[in-house]
């Protein structure tokens, strides 16, 4: 059984279009949160949600909303979408005081053209 | 062969040699650390963690060393096998009042195993 799972695994879209990307996790985790990787790999939080509230929010430009339907699920909407939104977005989530770390998703590869 | 992970590096080891990534991290309040490691096309997967009030914590291969007068953290991978490649990430975490977690990563170091 997947712990964390997102759907699609690929998006490819043009630019302007709106598109989302949806994350579920059957661990019964508090915590859900969203993170970009960049083509060098690198990791930076964007979103995190504790009971379905938001409780971070970097800065990331008001075209990507988060929602959280329910503890169990965390989408990603991101509107007028541009090149620069092409990389690989993970979701997780994590239990209490993070014993054992965030449990990440396989992954949404999203391509821009 | 040693690494420091400021950037997206390349430690090459041969098969059977030990590996060590180190990582330096920037805030002085995080209390807790992990290793991760991601393989090409996938999520990071948690390695072993370490929480600030320990130095040393060992796992199946893998140990983890937390240095907080210098703000560093390194992981030492014994006997390295070719599935010990990917990229591995150090994490630190401060939590947050109210509750959830910001783990903030470094970026990266690619290990290579060689035959």
């Known amino acids: 059984d997947t712990a964390v799972s997102q759907t699609p695994k690929y998006l490819v879209t043009q630019m302007g279009n709106d598109k989302s990307i949806k994350c579920e996790q059957n661990?019964?985790?508090?915590?859900m949160y969203w993170y970009k990787q960049d083509s060098k790999k690198f990791l930076k939080i964007m979103f995190s949600?504790?009971?379905?509230?938001?409780?971070i929010n970097e800065t990331v430009p008001n075209r990507f909303s988060p929602k959280s339907p329910d503890k169990a699920h965390l989408n990603l909407h991101i509107n007028s979408l541009e090149l620069g939104d092409s990389a690989v977005y993970f979701c997780?989530?994590?239990?209490?005081?993070?014993?054992?770390?965030?449990?990440f998703g396989p992954g949404t590869r999203l391509t821009v053209t | 062969g040693e690494s420091v992970g400021l950037h997206l590096p390349t430690l090459s080891v041969q098969e059977g040699d030990n590996s060590i990534i180190n990582c330096a991290y920037s805030?002085?309040?995080?209390?807790?650390f992990i290793w991760y490691k991601q393989e090409s096309g996938k999520g990071p997967q948690f390695i072993i963690d370490?929480?600030?009030?320990?130095d040393k914590r060992q796992g199946q291969r893998v140990t983890v060393l937390l240095n907080k007068t210098v703000k560093h953290l390194s992981l030492q991978i014994a006997a390295t096998q070719p599935g010990d490649s990917a990229v591995y990430f150090c994490?630190?975490?401060?939590?947050?009042?109210?509750?959830?977690?910001?783990?903030?990563f470094g970026t990266g170091t690619q290990l290579k195993v060689e035959l």
């Open positions: 997780a989530s994590s239990q209490g005081r993070l014993a054992g770390g965030l449990n």
């Open positions: 661990l019964g985790h508090d915590t």
């Open positions: 949600y504790n009971n379905k509230e938001l409780i």
């Open positions: 805030n002085s309040a995080s209390d807790y």
């Open positions: 370490i929480r600030s009030n320990m």
């Open positions: 994490a630190e975490n401060k939590g947050l009042t109210g509750g959830g977690n910001k783990l903030t």
